[in-house]
């Protein structure tokens, strides 16, 4: 006879070995070119010019003006992600509110297997302040690897139509200013 103590011992185990449990801070230094991901100009006037973009089509991360990205992979289904969205607000908000980085870094967000609508609930229940992109068929899902959600890429912009993943978090990360001294370690300005 299985007691409810062995059940959820088994349902524990099982859990972590699915991956029901976010990895915490599996850090990724790789120095590798970013994948091309083409994305669609975002619909909101202040998006575009969050982004640097002028016109409303599609684009890609080196074309963002700012030295470097940061691409958050969420979902809108992910617990983690949801606890993790007050925290990544505060890490907008510290770069925004700092006239040395403000210009220097972006953030956008990547809905893994989310569609359009989703994204949009997920930006307004969390009052996310950057854009966020739908990735309803997984198809930068699977050219950043198939992560975990929350994960995180620090892209550095060569300026050159190029992009050098430098820093790569897979679940949440400790702190904002933890991330955001990590992100300065690695990058120049």
């Known amino acids: 006879m299985i007691t409810i103590w062995r059940c959820m011992a088994i349902v524990a185990g099982l859990l972590v070995l699915s991956g029901g449990t976010p990895a915490r801070e599996k850090q990724i230094v790789s120095d590798e070119a970013m994948a091309e991901i083409a994305l669609p100009a975002p619909k909101r006037v202040e998006d575009r010019q969050y982004l640097g973009l002028t016109d409303d089509s599609t684009f890609t991360v080196p074309q963002i003006k700012a030295r470097v990205v940061i691409v958050q992979a969420f979902s809108m289904y992910c617990p983690h992600c949801q606890r993790e969205a007050p925290h990544v607000n505060t890490l907008f ?39 966020l992109f739908s990735d309803s068929d997984f198809s930068i899902h699977k050219k950043l690897g198939e992560v975990r959600t929350p994960s995180f890429f620090v892209v550095r912009n060569d300026g050159n139509g ?7 978090i897979e679940g949440p990360f400790e702190t904002p200013d933890t991330f955001l001294k990590a992100v300065l370690d690695r990058v120049e300005f």
């Open 93 to 131: 908000k510290t770069i925004h509110d700092n006239p040395e980085l403000r210009d220097q870094i972006r953030l956008i967000g990547i809905g893994v297997g989310n569609s359009a609508f989703e994204v949009g609930v997920f930006q307004l229940k969390y009052n996310v302040p950057f854009p």
């Open 162 to 168: 190029t992009c050098r993943v430098v820093y790569e």
